[in-house]
Nanobody, 124 residues
Framework: QLQLVESGGGLVQPGGSLRLSCAAS????????ITWLRQAPGKEREGVLC????????NYADSVKERFTISRDNAKNTVYLQMNSLKPEDTGVYYC?????????????????WGQGTQVTVSA
């Protein structure tokens, strides 16, 4: 059974950077598309970036263009979300979700598996 664990969240000042990790054990992520989603306080969850099985990347949030990147390290069985030039509006809980085919959906239950999330707080 695929289990995902997010890490790397925390408190960062505006303009700072964080790298989130989405790691899996026992099941290789090579065969999965991985989507990073986030949920800001009082807002609906939204898809942010997806990397598919062929390492094609799709951005679902205009607000993160040129600031966030997604990548995978197959040797470490981990997908990363590099977040630069962070803004207070990036604050929220960030989740990763995996599915062989699905990318970008805002609904985590549509994915085969998803993690518990990691909190990102951008504040001075």
């Amino acid at each position: 059974q695929l289990q995902l664990v997010e890490s790397g969240g925390g408190l960062v000042q505006p303009g700072g950077s964080l790298r989130l990790s989405c790691a899996a054990s026992e099941v290789t992520l090579d065969y999965y598309a991985i989507t990073w989603l986030r949920q800001a306080p009082g807002k609906e969850r939204e898809g942010v970036l997806c990397i598919d099985r062929n390492n094609g990347i799709t951005n679902y949030a205009d607000s993160v263009k040129e600031r966030f990147t997604i990548s995978r390290d197959n040797a470490k069985n981990t997908v990363y979300l590099q977040m630069n030039s962070l803004k207070p509006e990036d604050t929220g809980v960030y989740y990763c979700a995996a599915d062989p085919f699905l990318c970008g959906s805002d609904i985590v239950r549509e994915y085969e598996s998803w993690g518990q999330g990691t909190q990102v707080t951008v504040s001075a």
